[in-house]
């Protein structure tokens, strides 16, 4: 049985909630920090971003509303790894917490 299958059977509900959980907070934080600029060039010179970077800044707002929304997606992709991980060691804690109340 797979690993993904026998933690889903093992702590279902809670594994569930606390992945959507952590996958809002860390989808907010990102637009969040995207939309207020965060200097991210890091991330987009490893997706090459960088070279399609338009020198004018007077871009329709719709138009920086989605790519600020695109960004954002595109970076929460890239770090699905460490949310699943996050998932995977604080689901167990939480549920030891739980079962002492």
Known sequence: MSKLKKFMQEYGKLALVT??????ISFSSI???????????FILN????????????KENKSINKYGHLTLS?????????????????????????LKRK
């Open 19 to 24: 992945h959507l959980t952590l996958s809002l």
């Open 31 to 41: 637009y969040f920090l995207v939309y207020k600029g965060f200097d991210l060039d």
């Open 46 to 57: 490893k997706f090459n971003f960088n070279k399609h970077k338009n020198k004018e800044n």
């Open 73 to 97: 997606f595109v970076i929460y992709k890239a770090i699905s790894p460490i949310r699943y991980s996050l998932t995977f060691i604080t689901v167990p804690i939480i549920a030891k917490l």
